[in-house]
């Protein structure tokens, strides 16, 4: 079992800049990855990165250039750097660990408020 929790979301302006963070708890040693995604109103989840546990990262082309994932495992918890924000990018933001199983785990999101 294990339990994500999100923070560091907010109401930011067009250009600002935000980090994302999130902490892992339960049965941590199970994780093999983790990642961030945001869901838009009206939009599918998509996929921003993923890291593994040996420090192999991922970004999915809606990640690319503005978004930097970090991951710090003794503190278990992971971490998205977004900069020159847009409000194209509002949306809730989720992390994601998936176990060695293939069990995939969700924390409950933060919101990300862009203004123009």
């Known amino acids: 079992q294990v339990q994500l929790v999100e923070s560091g979301g907010g109401l930011v302006q067009r250009g600002g800049s935000l980090r994302l963070s999130c902490t892992a708890s339960?049965?941590?040693?199970?994780?093999?990855?983790m990642g961030w995604y945001r869901q838009a109103p009206g939009r599918q989840r998509e996929l921003i990165a993923f890291?593994?546990?040996?420090?192999?990262?991922n970004y999915a082309d809606s990640g690319k250039d503005r978004f930097t994932i970090s991951r710090d495992n003794a503190k278990n918890a992971v971490s998205l750097q977004i900069i020159s924000l847009r409000p194209e990018d509002t949306a809730v933001y989720y992390c994601?660990?998936?176990?060695?199983?293939?069990?995939?785990?969700w924390g409950q999101g933060t919101q990300v408020t862009v203004s123009s």
């Open positions: 339960g049965s941590i040693f199970s994780i093999n990855e």
């Open positions: 994601n660990a998936r176990s060695n199983r293939g069990w995939d785990y």
């Open positions: 890291i593994t546990s040996g420090g192999l990262i």
